[in-house]
């Protein structure tokens, strides 16, 4: 005689979602982002939920000297927990992923043509997130409004733009965005 086990001593019922989001809201000094993310979110447990995602974010910091204009593009998995069970209600969770960018900077805005550079990066991010998902009765849209709080872990390659005796050689230049805390809202459609 044998005898099987399941995995979970429960069922879960299929549910998936697919969330579109924006954020822009990022309390820390000199910087303006515009973060555009698209998820895909599968109910793998009756509380847990996992992800992969997609991110553009474009940003600018400006502290009055040091001046960065970027572009960076990343893919994440991660986990979502619902106490509320069935991807409802509030969620915490986390996620881990690659990212790559490009910021051109110039180091002092006094001097521009004197101090120019490109650098891209390549980096891992690790990000937790703490939100709620409302859903809109009757229907399968969720509102989900959210906060992000994560770390890149980079390394990156820069070289001069300007002036015309520099241009070409290595810098040593390191992001001044390399952490984040930023506020977002997404959509997200059930199926």
């Not at 697919?18 to 982002?33: A, D, K």
């Not at 996992?50 to 893919?75: A, P």
């Amino acid at each position: 005689i044998t005898m099987s086990m399941p995995l979970w001593p429960f069922t879960v019922e299929s549910m998936d979602s697919v969330n579109f989001g924006y954020s822009g809201i990022n309390p820390l000094p000199h910087c303006n982002t515009q973060i555009y993310t698209i998820e895909y979110e599968h109910l793998y447990t009756p509380a847990i939920a996992v992800l992969g995602r997609g991110n553009v974010v474009n940003y600018q910091f400006d502290n009055g000297s040091y001046q960065e204009n970027g572009k960076i593009k990343g893919l994440d998995v991660g986990v979502r927990y619902y106490p509320s069970l069935s991807m409802q209600g509030f969620f915490t969770g986390g996620s881990f992923g690659y990212w790559a960018g490009h910021w051109p900077f110039i180091q002092d805005a006094n001097k521009p043509t004197e101090s120019q550079a490109s650098a891209k990066t390549h980096s891992l991010r690790l990000n937790i997130d703490i939100g709620d998902r409302i859903q809109i009765q009757g229907t399968n849209i969720s509102i989900m409004p959210e906060v992000n709080l994560g770390k890149f872990f980079s390394s990156n390659s820069c070289e001069y733009t300007a002036p015309a005796s520099k241009v070409g050689t290595l810098c040593d230049q390191k992001s001044e965005v390399d952490y984040y805390l930023f506020l977002g809202i997404a959509v997200g459609v059930a199926f």
